[in-house]
């Protein structure tokens, strides 16, 4: 997989193919799963839930996921003949136990059966996070995008070489375009003011030629959104935004 800096300062996991991390949450408790989902979208992660071991085997046969959260007491099954089954499905997936249980032989128990890590409750979000973050680099399923690529959605572009591409289909850009397309994708969702891309792309006021922001806004859709689900959204009165296509 790969990775790129979000607008937090994160470094953002990205599968090969550049959609986000998959990631099930195998938990009984409905708030702590959500808070759970809550904490790994906001990493930009696709994330699936199940309640119980066999909702569990279901879900990660379709949903393939790169990472599993797993809680070691579920209602139907034991979490470790979870893991097992989850293991026939999907030999490599990195599995993250969760559990009420501390004592040492426990933890023994979990990793002995195959699992590769174990947070105990209560724990903090940040932690969980970081370690699913090193299992998945562990496993080999993420690794670093360099730095110079920008991804917003299926749109991906490269600072170094000016290469654009949404969906892996190259975009023709001139330099004006892939510089304005290149502030709005550093500001992912951030509603952006005309004064603010005046400034910021053509490094001067232009007085009362603001108009000029919304002609490239239309060269950059013809060529980005055209024929596909828009990305570069107008907001009346404020400015303009790029965001994922839903």
Do not use: C
């Not at 071991?53 to 990660?60: Q, Y």
């Not at 797993?70 to 499905?89: H, K, T």
């Not at 917003?152 to 170094?160: A, H, K, Q």
Request: net charge neutral; aromatic share 6%.
């Amino acid at each position: 997989m790969t990775t790129t800096t979000s607008p937090q300062g994160r470094t953002e996991l990205l599968r090969p193919d550049r959609t986000p991390v998959r990631v099930l949450v195998v938990d009984d408790e409905a708030s702590l799963t959500e808070l759970l989902s809550m904490a790994l979208r906001y990493e930009g992660w696709e994330v699936r839930s199940a309640g119980d071991g066999a909702d569990a085997v279901r879900t990660a046969r379709s949903f393939r996921p790169d990472v599993v959260i797993l809680d070691v007491m579920l209602p139907d099954m034991d979490g470790l003949a979870v893991l097992g089954r989850l293991r026939r499905e999907l030999s490599d997936v990195p599995v993250l136990f969760l559990t009420a249980r501390d004592s040492v032989e426990d933890r023994i128990a979990g990793l002995t059966a195959g699992g590769d890590d174990y947070v105990t409750k209560p724990f903090s979000l940040e932690e969980v996070v970081a370690r699913l973050r090193g299992l998945i680099r562990r496993s080999g399923t993420a690794a670093a995008r360099g730095e110079s690529q920008l991804v917003v959605g299926d749109l991906m572009l490269d600072e170094d070489s000016h290469e654009v591409s949404r969906g892996g289909k190259n975009i023709h850009l001139t330099a004006t375009e892939f510089e304005l397309l290149r502030f709005l994708m550093r500001n992912p969702r951030r509603v952006l003011s005309k004064a603010q891309i005046l400034d910021r792309v053509w490094n001067y006021d232009f007085g009362g030629q603001a108009n000029v922001v919304e002609l490239y806004i239309s060269y950059l859709r013809k060529k980005i959104d055209a024929g596909r689900t828009p990305m570069i959204h107008t907001r009346r009165g404020a400015g303009y935004l790029i965001k994922p296509g839903e």
